[in-house]
T-cell receptor, first 116, second 112 residues
Framework: EAGVAQSPRYKIIEKRQSVAFWCNPI?????LYWYQQILGQGPKLLIQ????????DSQLPKDRFSAERLKGVDSTLKIQPAKLEDSAVYLC??????????????FGEGSWLTVV | GENVEQHPSTLSVQEGDSAVIKCTYS??????FPWYKQELGKRPQLIID?????GEKKDQRIAVTLNKTAKHFSLHITETQPEDSAVYFC???????????FGDGTTLTVKP
């Protein structure tokens, strides 16, 4: 079974530049998440989609971060303009969604962002 | 919202010893508690999970216990091996909401 795919794997940008990350979830998974993982910390939820609708974006810094999931499959996460503190791994994850059997979250390999 | 605290942040054991990692959560509505293992530079991967209607679950050398009253759950690894060295994350979630809150991780080092 194919896992969660993410690209690019690594990105180095200067502060105030923009960057976009792409994610393709496991086929059939209705729920898609973007997490931010800063070195030494656990993943922190940025946004959760159910199909193509936003379920939770309360922790997304909306002045600089945006995300979309058109057609309820692939998703992109954009940062513009980037700040030094945005240096982190951006993990995309997916789950079947809903119900007791659909909670297991499967993570992608992550997109490592360094802002200099 | 949910708050998950995980202890210890680092744990070093000798090969063959047991390791225990503990987590507490704040939201009594949480009913699903997964544990993830993350090796350096790799994705977090689910190793075991427990639902609130169960007090303990075992899978070979790993086990998880849950105390709903005290709102804490623990990961137990017996007969540790060097390949168990990784960062372990606990999480708490409400099953139907599909949203998990993660602890800050425990770096486990198993010394040969």
């Amino acid at each position: 079974e194919a896992g969660v795919a993410q690209s690019p794997r690594y990105k180095i940008i200067e502060k105030r530049q923009s960057v976009a990350f792409w994610c393709n979830p496991i086929s059939g998974h209705a729920t898609l998440y973007w997490y931010q993982q800063i070195l030494g910390q656990g993943p922190k939820l940025l946004i959760q989609f159910q199909n193509n609708g936003v379920v939770d974006d309360s922790q997304l810094p909306k002045d600089r971060f945006s995300a979309e999931r058109l057609k309820g499959v692939d998703s992109t996460l954009k940062i513009q303009p980037a700040k030094l503190e945005d240096s982190a791994v951006y993990l995309c994850a997916s789950s079947l969604g809903g119900g007791d059997s659909g909670n297991t979250i499967y993570f992608g390999e992550g997109s490592w962002l360094t802002v200099v | 919202g949910e708050n998950v605290e995980q202890h210890p942040s680092t744990l070093s054991v000798q090969e063959g010893d047991s390791a225990v990692i503990k987590c507490t959560y704040s939201d009594s509505a949480s009913n699903y508690f997964p544990w993830y293992k993350q090796e350096l530079g790799k994705r977090p991967q689910l190793i075991i999970d427990i639902r609130s209607n169960v007090g303990e679950k075992k899978d070979q050398r790993i086990a998880v216990t849950l105390n709903k009253t005290a709102k804490h759950f623990s990961l137990h690894i017996t007969e540790t091996q060097p390949e168990d060295s990784a960062v372990y994350f606990c999480a708490a979630s409400i099953a139907h909401a599909g949203k998990s809150t993660f602890g800050d991780g425990t770096t486990l080092t198993v010394k040969p």
